[in-house]
């Protein structure tokens, strides 16, 4: 099945920059989603971003205008450039796939990653 390993988490100041990296393989579904959902403390599972195969995007109103989603050629790797962050982005960061079947995509998240960890201070 798809497997998706999160890296780049960490520890920063509020206002610094942080990337994180979803090294994907297994992965043959050209059209389909990657997502980066995050889960901080006391808080419900969201998502903060996402990407497919055309390169179309979406951001959570949150992170509008800091965070940005990035993917390369062959989509083994997706990465989350998040800017200015804040306090309240401190949470648990996974990245997501859809799956797929012939030209459909399921409208479902499938494949997750184990998580990494981004901690904000000020």
């Known amino acids: 099945q798809v497997q998706l390993v999160e890296s780049g988490g960490g520890s920063v100041k509020a206002g610094s920059s942080l990337t994180l990296s979803c090294s994907i393989s297994?992965?043959?579904?050209?059209?389909?989603?990657v997502g980066w959902f995050r889960q901080g403390p006391e808080k419900e599972r969201e998502l903060v971003s996402s990407?497919?195969?055309?390169?179309?995007?979406t951001y959570a109103q949150s992170v509008q205008g800091r965070f940005t989603i990035s993917q390369d050629k062959a989509r083994t790797m997706v990465n989350l450039t998040m800017n200015n962050l804040e306090i309240d982005d401190t949470a648990v960061y996974y990245c997501?796939?859809?799956?797929?079947?012939?030209?459909?995509?399921?409208?479902?998240?499938?494949?997750w990653g184990q998580g990494t960890q981004v901690t904000v201070s000020s």
């Open positions: 297994r992965f043959m579904f050209n059209k389909c989603g």
């Open positions: 997501a796939s859809e799956a797929g079947y012939h030209d459909y995509c399921l409208p479902s998240w499938s494949y």
């Open positions: 990407i497919y195969g055309n390169s179309t995007t």
